[in-house]
């Protein structure tokens, strides 16, 4: 079975404060993890793929083989950040979401 | 705007009612899915489709059936056996056969039972 837990439901930082999303999974394989975005209004959108190794928006994430998490980063939180992160990942054939945390940045 | 369309935006139900939710893709993909979004719940998956003329249950099919008789589209229909049926329903695709593919959603149909 695979399974992805995000244990904040809702995560409230100050402008110019560093962010870190916690997601922890459980899988038997290789894993392929994701994080998701969803704006006010928006649309689910993928946000980045640990294999790419990216930084989208000035978010980062690491895939933790060890400790089993692939937590988002970023150093310095902007209002624009403000959203629903949802962290996924995709086993055989399907991909499982945590339930996701709501960031809200203060100004 | 394009790539994935759910129709309708909204939708409304009588007790007892099947309804159908539109899923149409234009991105050529082979894998389409459903999704549920609940508060406090995530996305839950109900079914899926690898290929044409082939689909899967997820962890929550119960209530539902689907078909893919297109590549293109891949419609949820909501039975009157789903007990709970108020939700935002969600429609994904991607594109197997390369490594670290991401889901394009759909902008979603929120479904009432009135």
């Known amino acids: 079975a695979q399974r992805v837990t995000q244990p904040e439901k809702l995560l409230s930082v100050f402008k110019g404060a560093p962010v870190e999303l916690k997601c922890n999974y459980s899988?038997?394989?290789?894993?392929?993890l994701f994080w998701y975005v969803q704006y006010s209004r928006q649309r689910l959108q993928l946000l980045l793929r640990?294999?790419s190794r990216e930084s989208i928006k000035g978010f980062t994430a690491d895939l933790n083989k060890g400790e089993t998490s692939f937590h988002l980063k970023k150093p310095f939180a902007q209002e624009e950040d403000s959203a629903m992160y949802y962290c996924?990942?995709?086993?055989?054939?399907?991909?499982?979401f945590g339930t996701g945390t709501k960031l809200q940045v203060i100004p | 705007d394009g790539g994935i369309t759910q129709s309708p935006k909204y939708l409304f139900r009588k007790e007892g009612q099947n309804v159908t939710l539109s899923c149409e893709q234009n991105?050529?993909?082979?894998?389409m899915y459903w999704y549920r979004q609940d508060p406090g719940q995530g996305l839950r998956l109900i079914y899926y489709?690898?290929?044409?003329?082939?689909?899967q249950k997820g962890d929550i099919a119960e209530g539902y059936s689907v078909s893919r008789e297109k590549k293109e589209s891949f419609p949820l229909t909501v039975t009157s056996a789903q007990k709970n049926p108020t939700a935002f329903y969600l429609c994904?695709?991607?594109?197997?056969?390369?490594?670290?593919?991401?889901?394009?959603f759909g902008s979603g149909t929120r479904l009432t039972v009135v």
């Open positions: 996924a990942l995709r086993g055989y054939q399907k991909v499982t």
């Open positions: 640990h294999i």
């Open positions: 991105l050529n993909h082979d894998a």
């Open positions: 899988y038997s394989g290789s894993p392929e």
């Open positions: 994904a695709s991607s594109s197997p056969g390369t490594t670290n593919y991401g889901y394009t």
């Open positions: 489709s690898q290929i044409v003329n082939d689909f």
